[in-house]
C-alpha cells in the first residue's frame, strides 16, 4: 500500500510539474505558442483590413498561434467559439455592430480574452457604440491634413511593449483622439498649426495598454495603410503589443491606471 501510494504522490508531482511548466511558457518565452487568436477584419476598405490580415496573420501563425480568420462580426456571437479564444485581433473600421455581436466581443474581454488592433480598425469601429469605446480607451475623432509627416515619441522606454525603441518618423495620418485619461500611454505624437491652427503644441496618445475587466487591451493608433508597418517600430510596437494581449488569460492583471488629473 505504501509503495503504490508513493508511486501516485510520484506522478501527482510529475503532473503537476508538468502543468506549471506549461503555464509557465505560456507566460514567458513563446507568448503565442498554443494561443487561440481569431482574427476578425472587414470594415471601410481604405484601411487595408485584407492587406494588413496578410501580415499579421501569418506572423501570428509562424509564432504558434492557432488563427481563425473571421470577415464578418457574426463570430462575436459564437458562444463556443468565443469561449476557447484567449486572444481578439481587430481591424474593422466605421462598421455597426448589433447587440449581439457587441456583447458577445465585450463579454470575451471582461472574462479576460484579450484584445489588441489599431488605428481605425480598434479606434474607430463603432462609433455608437460607447460601452465598445470604454472598452478600447479611446475615439478617433479627426486627422487634421490628411496624409502628413509626424514624429511619435516614445514615452515609456521600461514598458515592455517600447523598451529599446527610439522616436521615429511616420507619413500617414496623425490621428487626433478622444482618450481616456487614465490609460497607461507608451507613446505620443505632438500636433503642429499647420492644418488646425487651435492645436498647434497638442499632445496626444498613440500607443496604449488598459485593462477592460480582466481582459488586457491595447492599441496603436498607426497603420493607416498596409504600407505603414514598412516602418519598423511601427510594425515592431503591433508585435509586441498583440504578444502582451495574448497572455491576458494565464498573467495577472497589469497595473496600468495612469491618471492624468491626479492630484
Known amino acids: 500500500m505504501n509503495i503504490n501510494k508513493k508511486l501516485i504522490d510520484f506522478f501527482l508531482l510529475i503532473i503537476g510539474v ?11 518565452a513563446d507568448p503565442l505558442k498554443g494561443k487561440k487568436v481569431l482574427f476578425v477584419y472587414g470594415g471601410w476598405e481604405g484601411h487595408d483590413p485584407e492587406l494588413t490580415r496578410d501580415i499579421f496573420v501569418p506572423w501570428m501563425r509562424s509564432e504558434g498561434a492557432e488563427v481563425t480568420v473571421c470577415d464578418n462580426l457574426d463570430c462575436y456571437t459564437d458562444s463556443a467559439l468565443m469561449n476557447n479564444m484567449d486572444l481578439i485581433v481587430q481591424t474593422w473600421t466605421m462598421g455597426k455592430i448589433s447587440n449581439e455581436q457587441e456583447q458577445g466581443l465585450l463579454t470575451a474581454v471582461k472574462r479576460g480574452v484579450g484584445l489588441a488592433g489599431w488605428h481605425g480598425g480598434l479606434g474607430d469601429a463603432f462609433r455608437n457604440n460607447v460601452e465598445y469605446q470604454f472598452m478600447v480607451g479611446g475615439q478617433w475623432v479627426a486627422h487634421p491634413g490628411g496624409v502628413i509627416p509626424y514624429d511619435v515619441h516614445i514615452i515609456d522606454h521600461k514598458d515592455k511593449v517600447t523598451s529599446g525603441l527610439k522616436d521615429f518618423h511616420m507619413h500617414s495620418e496623425q490621428y487626433y483622439m478622444h482618450v481616456d485619461p487614465n490609460v497607461k500611454v507608451l507613446a505620443t505624437t505632438t500636433f503642429n498649426g499647420d492644418h488646425a491652427w487651435w492645436i498647434d503644441g497638442c499632445v496626444i496618445p498613440v500607443v496604449w495598454k488598459k485593462m477592460y475587466g480582466k ?36 498573467e495577472e492583471p497589469e497595473p496600468w491606471i495612469n491618471p492624468v488629473y491626479a492630484d
Request: proline share 2%; glycine share 6%.
Open 215 to 250: 481582459g488586457r487591451v491595447f492599441y496603436s493608433s498607426l497603420g493607416h495603410v498596409a504600407k505603414d508597418f514598412d516602418v519598423p517600430e511601427a510594425l515592431e510596437i503591433m508585435k509586441r503589443g498583440i504578444r502582451w494581449a495574448a497572455v491576458s488569460l494565464y
Open 18 to 28: 508538468s502543468i506549471s511548466s506549461s503555464i509557465l511558457a505560456q507566460k514567458t
